[in-house]
């Protein structure tokens, strides 16, 4: 039993490492002002309906959390094996991540450069935040709600996840762009290039995951 609780609480130690640089990647998307990440662009579509209602006036964040939390509630009648502490992490933490590389990189000015470094910050973030992604769905401690969704269509499917990822992706932007919320070509590029990222990078993650457990003295399960 206490194996298992080190194994679990070391690899909750790696989704979180995974986390913060999947959240570098995604400060440096939002710093391109190349268009909100597809996910956001749900939230945000979902904010101005709420904002529009006029009846209770919801902050972004407060529409992050509860589109997550409902996303966690249906995944817990699909299978309830996929949400553990770290979906509950991931819930918590993505925002305050994202302020602390707000305030981080701010000397660099990237919403004032060119639009090359702008691009630039824009696909370096994207691959970032895919790196980052795989190695919180390989820690097997949980994964980001909106992650999870792709993780589990993929899973039930027997589909590539790469090509669930954007399926998943253009889904989000569609269905944010009917509510009203902003896309960019930012956007779409993200929406193509996270998911088959993720997917070529998940054996490497799969690899750090065992060589953390190792050097931690823990045998993984898969092994």
Sequence with gaps: MK?????????????FAGLVVAHLGVT??????LG?????VLIQGLHN?????????????????????????????????????????????????????TWLLSGLNIPGSSLP??????????????????????????????????????????KRFGIVRIAVDFSFVFLGALAGGRFGAGTLVCAFLVGPVAEFAMPFSSAIVRAVLGMAGVRSRSE
């Design 3 to 15: 194996k298992n609780l080190r194994e679990y609480i070391i690899r909750l130690v790696i989704l």
């Design 28 to 33: 440096l998307f939002i710093l391109s002002e």
């Design 36 to 40: 909100n990440d597809p996910f956001n």
């Design 49 to 101: 309906l709420t904002a529009s209602a006029g009846a209770v006036q919801f902050t972004h964040g407060m529409v992050h959390m509860a589109v997550s939390l409902l996303i966690i509630v249906v995944l817990l009648f699909v299978d309830r094996s996929y949400i553990k502490a770290g979906t509950v992490v991931c819930m918590f933490c993505g925002g305050p991540i994202i302020d602390f590389f």
């Design 117 to 158: 470094v702008r691009i630039a910050a824009m696909v370096a973030g994207c691959i970032i935040l895919a790196f980052g992604m795989s190695v919180v769905i390989r820690s097997e401690a949980g994964t980001g709600p909106n992650d999870l969704v792709a993780v589990v269509i993929s899973d039930k499917s027997g």
